[in-house]
């Protein structure tokens, strides 16, 4: 075993325990929170790769039930325990099949560590551009390919933790890179912006560090609003040829 592999087993113990905050839990509930509040009728809500539907039942018991539960997942076994928490969950290809739902539908959509699971991530988007209703809500959350441990990786040459070749995160994302990403030809502006986890420290310096300086946290976190522009983001991709056969749509 090399050097570098001892270390970084060592940092692996180190963070067992911490995980959970790579998914900012508290950090989506409360975005969530604070935008369906404002609506008179029940809101509608999708997730999009919601696992076991965590986000969502969090988000329904602290809005006591007073809203529409939608998510996007294709285990069989995690659609079935959404299912019997209330969620109404289907099975899509969120690269290649439309979303099932029409324009203008959803208040919210949650995309909490998937964007960096996909290659066609711009015909996701522009899926979501279609279904989500102007000045309605998007929160991401994504492996911070720039997370200080991963700076730290890097500089030593190696692979970065949250983007190995031998794992299943074929994108690599940062702050400036989503924010350029999601805001070229103004379809979406950011709101607000957190890091949550600070790996390997213990939670309650995570917590700390993570506030301190959300560009190095382990996991970001971004709400941005759908402007009122019209058509979808896939439109980004008619001005500009990036040598690669994204999909764009049937």
């Not at 965590?54 to 018991?61: A, P, T, V």
């Not at 939670?203 to 560009?215: K, T």
């Given at each position: 075993m090399t050097l570098y592999q001892t270390i970084y087993n060592k940092a692996l113990k180190l963070k067992e325990g911490t995980e959970h905050l790579t998914y900012g839990r508290a950090i989506v509930r409360n975005w969530a929170l604070?935008?369906?509040?404002?609506?008179?009728e029940l809101p509608k809500i999708l997730d999009i790769g919601c696992g076991k539907g965590?986000?969502?039942?969090?988000?329904?018991?602290a809005l006591g039930r007073k809203c529409e539960l939608h998510a996007i997942e294709y285990y069989d076994e995690y659609r079935k325990l959404c299912e019997e928490k209330g969620i109404q969950a289907k099975e899509v290809n969120i690269e290649r099949d439309v979303y099932p739902w029409?324009?203008?539908?959803?208040?919210?959509?949650?995309?909490n560590q998937i964007i960096e699971h996909t290659k066609d991530t711009f015909y996701m988007i522009s899926e979501i551009s279609r279904i989500l209703?102007?000045?309605?809500?998007?929160?991401?959350?994504?492996?911070?390919?720039?997370?200080?441990?991963?700076r730290l990786i890097l500089l030593?040459?190696?692979?970065?933790?949250?983007?190995?070749?031998?794992?299943?995160?074929?994108?690599?994302?940062?702050?400036?890179?989503?924010?350029?990403?999601?805001?070229c030809d103004g379809f979406f502006e950011l709101i607000d912006f957190k890091g949550s986890g600070f790996y390997p420290f213990p939670?309650?310096?995570?917590?700390?560090?993570?506030?301190?300086?959300?560009?190095l946290a382990t996991s970001t976190f971004f709400l941005f609003k759908r402007t009122k522009k019209p058509g979808t983001f896939i439109e980004v991709l008619k001005s500009r040829f990036f040598e690669t056969n994204y999909y764009q749509g049937s």
């Open positions: 604070g935008h369906t509040s404002q609506f008179d965590d986000d969502l039942s969090g988000i329904g018991e029409e324009d203008n539908f959803f208040d919210l959509v949650i995309a209703k102007p000045d309605g809500s998007l929160i991401i959350g994504i492996p911070n390919l720039a997370a200080w441990h991963d030593l040459g190696q692979q970065p933790s949250g983007m190995k070749m031998l794992g299943p995160h074929p994108r690599g994302i940062t702050r400036p890179a989503l924010k350029q990403f999601m805001e939670e309650s310096v995570a917590n700390i560090l993570a506030r301190l300086f959300p560009s």
